[in-house]
């Protein structure tokens, strides 16, 4: 099954593009941050790297599904 990750500021930058698709089957969240890390190491220095799937923080353990939108929000900074 396929996830679509849409990502926002330095994580968009890290991929690239706002958005990916990544072909899982039936893994939990974590599952989609080590292949992130795998795949584009720069993640691995966003220690504060939340995730939501379909608008709604969750956690690691949360179980991906069908067409979930995996939303990565970066640490933000601002004055």
């Known amino acids: 099954m396929k996830v679509k990750i849409t990502a926002f500021g330095i994580a968009k930058d890290i991929l690239g593009d706002k ?3 990544l072909e ?3 893994e939990e ?4 941050r ?3 890390i ?3 190491p ?3 220095k966003l220690a504060s790297l939340k ?3 379909n608008t709604n923080y969750v956690e690691d353990s949360y179980q991906l599904n069908e067409k979930d939108e995996v939303v990565l929000i970066p640490p933000v900074s601002g004055g």
């Open 29 to 32: 969240l974590s599952w989609v």
């Open 51 to 53: 995730f939501a799937v």
């Open 34 to 36: 080590k292949e992130l």
């Open 38 to 40: 795998s795949q584009y």
């Open 24 to 26: 899982v089957n039936g």
């Open 42 to 44: 720069d993640f691995e």
């Open 19 to 21: 958005h990916l698709e």
